[in-house]
């Protein structure tokens, strides 16, 4: 994962407001009550002077669950809601796109399961709350490139007019990876994520997850591109005309995932020694222009230094 500036930061005042809005729920016993008490809690949090970006970018996530007005069913918009508030009070350590993607995971099994008709009331409402995570990543200034790029994953992965129980425990796969993040090239990243995100699912479904891994590999511009040029050949890997059958598509693709992060291991290496030999190409033409044009009175290392200053500067404007 790329390094980012700080961790997630926390303030006294966001603490405060969320145990206030804690204690303030054993006198909520209606949906709409409890609804009110944390979405206000949300606002508070949002508006204030002296709370950190990191708790902004939480309560907005926490509200963008189930805004005020919102219908609501079962209680399981609270439970999530409560869980999101829980989080902040507990101020746990990690990257700014960790602790909302945990905050979001906290949420999910708040919200629970279930395989007939509320159960898939439940499951429609946490695909789209892991919607909402993934948005609140990717429209973070706090969070990382490769958080970013990992959130962009588990939109691209959805099903864009209904929703799969399966399909949302492999995209839950994949925010977990920003909630524990891996070190390593985002490619791998992806890769590996893919791979684990793609038990979750059917054989078509499965297809899908390491075709937009692929996908998801080939179109970043971070990633060096003999490695994009491998994941396009990922993409090719089931050739088949007419319908394609969702269980050969799957195991054209596995093999070739399977082999991506250490290609994508191999890609950065190669991308690092080509901009040391860079580096060093460069250091050697100062030497030659500062043998070339050095001015009386100045010895060679002086020159060098003296060149490498000018040209330094000039980077920085």
Known sequence: MDPLKSSASYSTEGKALSETALKALAGKRDNAGKLE???DCFEKIGHSPVTTPDEKALAAFGK???PVGAPSSEGMEAR???AVVESMTLAGAGT???IIACAALKAQDA????LFSTGKARWAFRDEMLDKAFLAVQGSTRT???EKDIAKFGMDIAYKDSYSRTMAKARQVVLSAIAQPSSGPIAAVIAETALKAQREGDSFEAASILYRGFEAVA????????VREFAEKGKNAYDCPGIPDPIDE???FLPVMKELPGAALKGEEAEARRKEAETRESLVELAEEALQERPAGLTVEEEFIDIAGIRLGRQQR
């Open 37 to 39: 008490l944390f979405n």
């Open 64 to 66: 963008s669950i189930c």
């Open 80 to 82: 999530a809601l409560e």
């Open 96 to 98: 700014p796109g960790s």
């Open 111 to 114: 919200v629970g399961g279930g």
């Open 144 to 146: 990382s490139s490769d």
């Open 219 to 226: 179109s970043n511009k971070r990633v060096p591109a003999e």
């Open 250 to 252: 799957k195991e054209a």
